[in-house]
């Protein structure tokens, strides 16, 4: 069988117009440093890479040293090649600017480095985020205002899991391509092309211990659920939570289902728990690619417009039926 790299991907859609060659390096870059992430995370303890950092990032939140290590790679990999103007991480508080000594390009580059870091020690699976924007700015120094673009505005977006073997998953909006690493080679592979979520599912994934917090839309939608066959939905669901976004996102993205952390009375004074630049906004473009939808709840992801880089948002997404079931139950209530 004809093995296809990520390069070779790549080349490919830039020769067919879909990306450019600034865009293809920006993507080779951060494949690089998945590359690098994945080797750290996969030595563990031999590597002492597990464990608290002893410092909190911006959110409060104590941060574990993969959560730093990682960032690190991220932000060193794509500081020098010319093509990003600036970025953002979850694990910083302000714009990371790029050092004035190397040339910048015109896309933004935000990351969550390290999802699911509560998974880290205990050997399950977490990942990368990534989004990518356009600078509308041109050269100057971006500002925070810059990266405040709706989600729809992305030019590509992916993730990598750190599971069973390393995944890397992307769009540059023409559909959701998946690449597996190949550890002895060092390269990723095209393994799954145009990776679709199925429009119906039976499963769901929520943090049921919160359910005493939820909102009476997002109870009412979860006891229907829960009731099964006996209950108005007439059938069985299943119920998986793995707590790393990205694996549960992955598992719907291979076989459907639906993922929810829903606005609730723990987290309303944050406007969510999960991160609009960083987490929601990628993952909602790479569902939507997949024939999906990723809505708050009450609208869909990608046209709210940002306030703050560090902004949290309720997400619902998933298989786009049920999805538009539990953004009906919403709009009634
Ligand atoms: P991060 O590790 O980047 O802070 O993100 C964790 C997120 C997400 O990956 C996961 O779905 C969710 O938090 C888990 O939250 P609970 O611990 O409340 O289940
Ligand atoms: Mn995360
Ligand atoms: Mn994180």
Request: net charge negative; with cysteine.
């Amino acid at each position: 069988m004809r093995r296809v790299t990520l390069t070779q991907f790549l080349i490919e859609q830039q020769r067919a117009g879909r990306t450019t060659p600034e865009l293809r390096l920006l993507i080779e870059v951060v494949a690089r440093a998945v590359k690098a992430i994945s080797v750290n995370v996969s030595k563990g303890a031999l590597a002492g890479v597990l464990g608290e950092a002893g410092t909190d990032n911006v959110q409060g939140e104590a941060q574990k040293k993969l959560d730093v290590i990682a960032n690190e790679i991220l932000l060193q990999a794509n500081e020098w090649g010319g093509h990003l103007a600036a970025m953002a991480s979850e694990e910083v508080e302000e714009v990371h600017q790029i050092p004035f000594d190397y040339p910048k390009g015109g896309f933004l580059l935000l990351f969550d480095p390290l999802d699911g870091s509560s998974n880290i020690d205990v050997n399950i699976s977490v990942g990368t985020i990534f989004s990518v924007l356009r600078n509308p700015e041109g050269d100057g120094e971006p500002t925070e205002q810059n990266f405040l673009q709706p989600g729809r505005e992305q030019v590509a977006a992916g993730y990598a899991l750190y599971g069973p073997s390393t995944q890397l998953i992307l769009t540059v909006g023409d559909g959701v391509h998946g690449f597996t690493l190949d550890r002895e080679m060092g390269s990723f592979i095209y393994t799954h092309p145009f990776m679709t979520v199925p429009n119906e599912t039976q499963e769901f994934a929520i943090n049921a211990s919160n359910a005493r917090y939820w909102e009476p839309p997002v109870q009412r939608y979860i006891a229907e659920l829960q009731a099964g066959k006996s209950g108005p939905r007439g059938k069985d669901f299943n119920m998986r939570w793995v707590a790393s976004m990205v694996a549960d996102v992955h598992r719907i993205l291979t076989r459907g289902g639906i993922f929810m952390y829903p606005m609730d009375e723990k987290c309303r004074d944050k406007g969510g728990k999960l991160r609009l630049m960083y987490e929601a906004n990628p993952m909602a473009m790479i569902i939507e690619q997949a024939g999906g939808a990723a809505t708050t709840g009450r609208e869909r992801i990608m046209d709210l417009q940002p306030t703050k880089l560090h902004q949290r948002v309720p997400v619902v997404l998933g298989s786009a039926a049920e999805v538009e079931r539990v953004t009906k139950y919403h709009l009634e209530g």
